[in-house]
């Protein structure tokens, strides 16, 4: 099948990683279905937008069968609906502990599971789920947010397993900071009398800096055209900026203590 054939779903293709991902993929001859909550329709890069909500089963079954019954296949899907939730573990509530546990993890496992039958039937597919560096080491006032991630490296891990025989390719992305829509639409928890206050405070002050100096997504989006191109990719690929990819072989190779000086250095806590 030549890549002009090739179909693949991109989830919260509206903006941001997804938007660079999914117009990247449909200028390189892919047909491209992104989903957003909003309405469907063409957007103007030639992605055709269907209506989905990653939270939601029904929703989701639907968007999957509108795929396959206009397309007659699905080649690929890549994972990218999600947010951030930031504050202090202690001061995350319940309720905004599973908010975003449902969209970043739940919203990851039922599109794997709707779209798997679909590739096991054709023999074949890729499934690219955008992880973050957050999903390799914890970050200090994002504790569930790396723990949505965390949850879906080991998922990924897991489900690599379970379909290598059957042709379907499991790939994670790890992007570090990117211009995105990630920091604008960050939530942050509702805390009441913070005992975290000053430390919170400098650290975001150092995640404005290092966000304003990120890259655009155009590098992620190119990853995965990567991915999608290869008949055996590889696990991990991770994305962004040198300086803070480092911490990937640092957390491997130097002692706990030392990497979380380290860390703890770098995000002024």
């Not at 942050?188 to 430390?199: E, K, L, N, P, V």
């Amino acid at each position: 099948m030549n890549d002009a054939a090739r179909v693949v779903l991109v989830t919260g293709a509206s903006s941001g990683i997804g938007a660079a991902i999914a117009g990247h993929l449909a200028s390189h001859g892919f047909r491209v279905f992104g989903t957003s909550r909003g309405a469907a329709g063409a957007s103007a890069d030639g992605v055709e937008m269907i209506a989905m909500d990653v939270d939601d089963d029904a929703s989701v079954e639907r968007g999957v069968a509108a795929v396959v019954r206009r397309a007659g296949r699905l080649d690929a899907v890549v994972n990218n609906a999600g947010w951030a939730l930031m504050g202090a573990v202690e001061e995350t509530s319940m309720g905004e502990a599973r908010a975003q546990m449902e969209t970043n993890f739940f919203g990851v496992l039922r599109i794997c599971r709707a779209v798997l039958p679909r590739m096991r039937a054709q023999g074949g597919g890729h499934i690219v789920n955008v992880s973050s560096l957050g999903g390799a080491f914890g970050m200090p006032f994002s504790g569930l947010y790396c723990a949505s991630k965390f949850a879906v490296e080991g998922l990924s891990e897991s489900l690599r397993l379970e379909t290598r025989r059957l042709g379907i390719r499991v790939v994670l992305i790890e992007p570090g900071d990117t211009q995105s829509q990630l920091p604008t639409k960050r939530r942050t928890a509702q805390a009441d009398g913070s005992a975290y206050r000053d430390t919170f405070e400098r650290f975001k002050a150092q995640q404005a800096k290092d966000e304003a100096s990120a890259p655009e997504p155009l590098a992620v989006a190119q990853a995965v055209e990567k991915v999608l191109a290869a008949p055996s990719p590889r696990l991990r690929y991770s994305i962004g900026m040198i300086g803070q990819r480092i911490v990937l072989p640092l957390k491997r190779f130097v002692p706990h203590r030392m990497f979380e000086t380290i860390v703890a250095g770098a995000m002024k806590v």
